[in-house]
């Protein structure tokens, strides 16, 4: 059935295709499959513990297809579909979030076949013996690349692990960093791989807080070799680095921080573009510019508005045949700034050209913000070109650019 956006959503350049209220459970972190010519959407969920499934072949009539409940009292918004697996994220909920303190959780990650794209059947669980996994990247084969608790160590780290037997998932490598062990001195700052590791060749791109973007060598899985660390040590907000996000053929990376703190209450967000052709010595090229409102919201800027401004989520390719893979164009979601879209062709000189700010939500379902406001999370684009959004409140946005080629081609 068809459903419309809400109303009193603010567009430049980018068309509302579609929208699916997801049965009251508003979405946080996004994967896709496409098999046999059509395309489903796998969708983690940020205050209900499990994961749905929606086929998306007509992106104007989204399916509701399918929910596999999670673990209680467990975060389950972290998923990956690659090679016909679903990695989900098994994480203890950080205070604050909905979580019931002193009760059991589960963590780590669970295995689940795919093959059924609207049926996922559980093959394996593997335990980090910590905290659980946070942003895992999964690109098909054995290995899954988790961000990871350990045990004596804070924060999360860098964990691979092989899942060629999915019933008995085993960890074959690990990078930490020297503040992560306990006791270390950290003056204050946060030394957390956040993820996903991104793998091209034997290189892995990790995002590491307060560590910032950090190269390995990853030619030998089992003994990780640091490579580079670019680092912003007190100059990022209270996250650090969140993304870390390479573009091999141009040998540039995308990289931003989190916003954390509601009403602008942190350093303020960084969100730009990184020369890697050197990888020994990655600087950065330039900043994304800042999110101004739509005029006829009539805020000066989004600092007025409640909950958090700053950078999120990027798309995220991940090498899947179904999803967009290009480097001239960058997606990030901007929390109450909604989705921004920037040509970044000239990476000296992006510019930003399309955006989507979802309606402010009508009723509360989770905890946060504090005032109801839109907080777009999670994107992600499929080859055709629809974007799909989520929010802390909202269902599924539906969206696609409605200039891109004619931009582009300027």
């Known amino acids: 059935m068809t459903q419309a956006a809400p109303k009193g959503y603010f567009a430049k350049n980018i068309d509302a295709v579609g929208y699916h ?19 489903y959407l796998y969708v983690a969920h940020l205050w209900h513990r499990g994961w749905s499934v929606l086929e998306v072949t007509d992106p104007q009539a989204p399916e509701y297809c399918a929910y596999v409940p999670g673990p209680e009292n467990t975060w389950t918004i972290q998923i990956q579909v690659a090679d016909g697996k679903m990695i989900t994220g098994l994480e203890r909920i950080a205070p604050g979030w909905g979580g019931a303190d002193g009760q059991p959780s589960a963590e780590g990650f669970f295995i689940f076949d795919v093959s059924e794209p609207t049926k996922p059947k559980q093959l394996g669980h593997w335990k980090s013996d910590s905290t659980g996994t946070h942003r895992n990247f999964y690109d098909g084969g054995n290995l899954v690349h988790a961000a990871a608790g350990a045990p004596g160590l804070t924060g999360k780290i860098y964990r691979s692990v092989d899942i060629g037997d999915p019933s008995n998932p085993r960890e074959i490598g690990r990078f930490s960093l020297p503040e992560q062990e306990s006791g270390a001195d950290t003056k204050g700052m946060k030394f957390s791989f956040h993820g996903p590791a991104h793998i ?13 973007g950090i190269i390995l060598d990853v030619s030998d899985m089992a003994q990780p070799k640091l490579v580079s660390q ?18 091999p053929r141009r040998k540039i990376a995308l ?8 009403n602008g209450d ?5 969100a730009g573009i990184v020369d890697i052709s050197d990888e020994r010595r990655p ?24 909950g958090r401004f700053g950078p999120h989520n990027h798309h995220h390719p991940n090498r899947q045949p179904c999803l967009e893979e290009r480097d001239d164009v960058a997606y990030l979601t901007y929390f109450n700034a909604g989705l921004r879209v920037y040509d970044i062709r000239d990476a000296r000189q992006p510019k930003e050209f399309a955006y989507f700010v979802p309606a402010d939500p009508l009723v509360r379902i989770g905890t946060k913000p504090r005032r109801l406001v839109a ?11 629809f974007i799909y959004l989520s929010d802390k409140t909202h269902g599924i946005h539906i969206l696609r650019v409605n200039q891109l080629w004619p931009y582009l081609e300027d």
């Open 200 to 212: 091209e060749g034997d290189r892995a791109y990790l995002s590491y807080g307060d560590g910032g």
């Open 266 to 270: 942190e350093n303020l967000n960084l």
């Open 21 to 39: 209220e997801l049965n009251g459970k508003p979405a946080f972190k996004l994967a896709m499959q496409e098999k046999n010519r059509r395309w």
């Open 230 to 247: 670019l680092a912003f040590r007190g100059i990022t907000a209270t996250q650090g680095i969140h993304t870390y996000l390479p573009l």
């Open 283 to 306: 600087r950065m090229l330039s900043l994304l510019p800042l999110p101004e409102p739509a005029p006829e919201s009539e805020l000066k800027n989004f600092y007025e508005k409640a």
């Open 375 to 385: 907080q777009s999370e999670d994107v992600l684009v499929d080859r055709r070109g």
């Open 255 to 262: 990289i931003n921080d989190e916003a954390i703190r509601e």
